[in-house]
């Protein structure tokens, strides 16, 4: 009795469950959402974070870029000569820099004491206004460049500069030929083209971001009014946090909006500019808190919903389990009658539990016909076992016919051989003719044939593959029986094609990786899960020179000994390879030729599926880079030993002509500055190499090509030699003819290879009279100039690589003369530059004979290039 009363009622436990069920995908789909909402929200921030980064490297690379136009147009005006430094001709420079680089509104140039002797725009837009005469010697980028004698930026300020309009200047400072301050050269930028770079990107919904000079005055802010009256922003709590640290992000207040902000910063630190891009709080958590808020809100209807309904069914079950209860009583007690009218379930009930009281209710009469029908049953039983022996005996040929088709393929077996087998005894165990047609076929005999019986489509899952043409004489249809298995046999028959389809589809895809791997560059070999090798390409045979199958029969340690022996020296590198620490190492090998090569080999897992097929290596010759590199070490060691020597010179005789302790005559004082002269010359020739190569590697190079007798270059140039004794003592022979024709090329860049080819023949000479004979021959396309020394010459194997870039056939006698391995390079590049080419031909101890071929001048091709 305790324990009927303890147990609650079928209507409260159904109640309960209809609210637990209604409430479990709600709370699953809502926390679903909330992740998802806050992995959005995350990956958001992370994307604010990247674009800040972005938007700070832009603004960097914008001002380093316009600081070195400023700074090149201070080089090029102080390298000009007191009768280039006019108003006109600065003014024409300023346009220049201003024509290619529309992010400065002005730039004007000052004279030491600050006032301005060049402007442009002269008049500009009507905001602005003329700066020609006016003093600049009290603003603050003057003063710092004075002092500093450095390029300057400024920070944001209001001047004449731009028309009193919020800006900010890039000031670098001018020379004289003595190297005293003669001014400075300025940059006004314009902060709209500033504001179009800063506004490009996308920052998001609810998204802005700022830029801050380094007093924490706004460069760009979306509110305009900050950027026009200089506000200044350093208290803002995010702009302490950027001086103490170099990036970062978090939740700050903002002191603008009056809001708290989730703003990512980062410092621009050679500038000391701040970067950041922020967004409201609000609307970062806006989409979470919407979504919680929704799900409580549906949680609590549907459960007082939930709880309603479920009631109200929970009611109607449980009177009509009360019925079944009292009924299945009866039937306990063996009472098989019909039930009273009292007893017959309501109107309403579920249709299940209706169903279930009828099955009830009938169920005495049910048990009785079931008695009756099992006495039947078993009479007719033999029978059956009969008709069922008869039908096995059937399918058992039905099923070795189709074990024909699903029998493995033997390597000497056909597929076509396996369907006519079992074509074969199909015809037999069904009596008819039975044909198989493959699309294509033919459409031509079909016209001749009887009527078929019976027409078996042949497909593989949606594609048709043929057909079975059934022949029974006169049309007659075949019985359902040989229909069914036709449709299974024709079902085999699709799927042994398909597979065969397939079969050819995969080894074609093997022919193809195959051929691949054969075609690569760099070697590869597999090693399998029992340390053998199972593939090598044809690369690695060549590599390593060892035989295909010799190497398919090495085991893994047998290969690694085998390219032991390779090694010019064994390091920690491979040892750490073959013992599986690491994967990757540089090798040097010896082949059998004696020659070093450079391989780097990389070891990879070979695995797919969830599976490991084994350990893979890639064998990739490197000899190319490591020269490559090679050369960059030379060039460092020798751009430190060329700028080093002069620099030591000049600061030697620097030093001297500053000593107070001592009176030097003018003669001597002369000649230090001399010395001093040819040395900054040394460096400047040496710094015009490696920018004239860096044009050439770049195709950059520009040419102003014109019309020029070959007589007049090859003066031009040795009047440009230097005025040192070995110069002044060497003897040219020109034999030019009077009608060698008109070369087209740019006069500057032509005397500058014949300076360097003479140069070379003259310092790279052991005679005391160095001998140049020059001589030229011209075609219908090309001017040859013949340039003939008496000098030390070359050997054979250095004719290849005179012109590659660093390369010196004697490093020793290089840097005695200060010799590059730039010179000849340039000449190839620009030679090649104008269509041309240069050639030598050289013979140790006789001397060298270099051949520069030019273009020759063509009237309609000087006209088209004018026009262009």
């Given amino acids: 009795m305790e324990d009927l009363v303890n147990k609650q009622s079928l209507r409260l436990h159904l109640t309960i469950t209809f609210a637990i069920m209604a409430m479990i995908p709600i709370l699953v789909l809502g926390t679903i959402q909330v992740l998802q909402i806050r992995n959005i929200t995350n990956d958001y921030n992370k994307t604010q974070s990247q674009t800040t980064y972005r938007l700070a490297d832009a603004v960097q690379t914008y001002t380093y870029y316009h600081r070195n136009a400023v700074e090149t147009l201070a080089t090029t005006i102080s390298a000009s000569g007191p009768a280039f430094r006019t108003r006109e001709s600065m ?58 004698e450095a390029t300057t930026i ?52 609810d998204a802005y971001p700022v830029v801050l000079d380094p007093t924490g005055r706004a460069i760009y802010h979306p509110d305009r009014e900050i950027t026009s009256s200089l506000a200044d922003l350093s208290t803002e709590p995010v702009v302490k946090d950027a001086q103490a640290t170099e990036q970062g992000s978090g939740k700050y207040h903002s002191n603008i909006s009056k809001q708290s902000e989730l703003i990512t910063y980062t410092t621009i630190k050679d500038l000391g500019w701040t970067v950041w891009v922020g967004r409201s709080y609000t609307s970062v958590n806006a989409a979470l808190s919407d979504s919680m808020q929704t799900t409580l809100i549906l949680l609590a209807f549907t459960l007082v919903i939930t709880v309603i309904v479920g009631n109200l069914l929970a009611k109607r079950f449980n009177n009509t389990i009360h019925l079944l209860v009292g009924y299945t009583r009866k039937l306990a007690d063996g009472v098989f009658g019909e039930p009273q009218r009292d007893m017959t379930p ?65 390597p000497n077996q056909e597929t076509n051989g396996m369907i006519d087998e079992s074509m074969r005894q199909l015809h037999d165990l069904i009596g008819v003719e039975i044909r198989l047609r493959l699309y294509p076929y033919s459409q031509t005999s079909q016209n001749h044939e009887e009527p078929a019986a019976a027409v078996i489509p042949v497909t593989s899952g949606n594609s048709p593959l043929g057909e079975l043409v059934v022949f029974s004489g006169g049309g007659a249809p075949i019985p359902e029986h040989d229909r069914k298995f036709l449709l299974t046999f024709s079902n085999t028959i699709a799927v042994i094609i398909q597979n065969d389809i397939l079969v050819s589809r995969l080894r ?74 690491r994967t990757q190492a540089t090798l040097k090998i010896r082949d059998d030729n004696g020659k070093e090569r450079f391989i780097l080999v990389s070891a990879f897992q070979a695995a ?43 600061r030697g005789g620097v030093e001297t002509l500053l000593r107070t302790d001592a009176e030097w005559e003018e003669s001597f004082k002369r000649e230090l500055l001399e010395g001093i002269h040819e040395d900054i010359g040394r460096i400047q020739n040496l ?55 008109l070369i087209y090329a740019d006069k500057l860049r032509m005397e500058q290879v014949l300076v360097n080819l003479f140069t070379n023949a003259i310092q790279y000479n052991d005679n005391k009279k160095p001998f140049l004979r020059i001589m030229a021959e011209a075609d219908e396309a090309a001017v040859h100039i013949h340039i003939q020394d008496n000098g030390i010459g070359m050997a054979e194997e250095h004719l290849d690589h005179i012109f590659d870039r660093f390369y010196r056939v004697d490093v020793s006698s290089s840097r005695q003369t200060g010799g590059t391995g730039l010179g000849l390079a340039i000449c190839k590049g620009i030679m090649e530059a104008h269509g041309g080419r240069v050639q030598v031909r050289s013979t140790p101890g006789t001397g060298s004979t270099f051949i520069i071929s030019i273009p020759v001048f063509n009237a309609k091709e000087g006209e088209d290039d004018e026009e262009a």
């Avoid at 209706?354 to 016909?369: G, W």
């Avoid at 078993?378 to 039908?391: D, F, H, I, M, W």
């Avoid at 010759?621 to 960059?632: Q, R, S």
């Fill in 91 to 148: 003014t024409s420079k300023l346009q220049s820099v201003k024509d290619n680089l529309p992010g400065f509104s002005s730039l004007f140039v000052t004279n030491a004491n600050g006032v301005v002797t060049a402007h442009y725009p002269e008049q500009g837009a009507s905001h602005l206004q003329p700066l020609f005469g006016m003093n600049m010697s009290s603003s603050d980028y003057f003063i710092k460049v004075k002092a500093t």
């Fill in 608 to 650: 797919g599926d969830e599976r490991i097929f084994g350990r893979g290596y890639v064998w990739r010759d490197i000899t190319k880079e490591h020269e490559i590199d090679a050369l960059k070490n030379d060039l460092i060691s020798l751009a430190s030993h060329e700028f080093k020597t002069p620099i030591t010179s000049i």
């Fill in 346 to 410: 309501a109107w309403g009930v579920p249709y299940e539990l209706d169903m279930l009281a009828n099955h009830f209710f009938r169920m005495a009469e049910q048990i009785k016909e079931n008695q009756r029908a099992l006495i039947e049953l078993n009479a007719q039983l033999e029978n059956r076992v009969t008709e069922r022996t008869q039908s096995l005996l059937r399918k058992n040929q039905e099923l070795e016919i189709v074990n024909v088709l699903l029998t493995p393929t033997m």
């Fill in 508 to 581: 074609h895809e093997y022919a193809s990786l195959n051929a691949v791997l054969e075609s690569m560059s760099d070697a590869i070999v597999l090693i399998g899960i029992q340390q053998n090798v199972v593939y090598a390409n044809r690369r690695m045979t060549e590599m390593f020179a060892i035989p295909t199958q010799e190497l398919l029969d090495m085991t893994e340690e047998g290969l690694f000994g085998e390219i032991s022996v390779k090694l010019s020296d064994c390091h920690e590198e491979w040892t750490h390879l073959t013992t599986k620490q």
């Fill in 687 to 741: 710094i015009d190499e490696w920018l004239d190569i860096s044009k050439i590697d770049a195709g950059a190079m520009r040419l102003n090509r014109q019309p020029l007798r070959v007589g007049a270059v090859i003066d031009n140039a040795i009047h440009r030699l230097p005025q040192q004794a070995d110069f002044a003592n060497t003897e040219f022979d020109i034999r030019l003819s009077s009608d060698i024709p």
């Fill in 154 to 205: 400024s920070s944001l300020f209001r001047g004449p500069e731009s028309g009193n309009e919020p800006t900010i200047v890039i000031a670098a400072p001018l020379y004289t030929d003595q190297k005293q301050l003669a001014g400075i050269a300025v940059g006004v930028l314009d902060l709209q083209q500033i504001k179009l770079l800063v506004t490009k990107y996308d920052y998001g919904y």
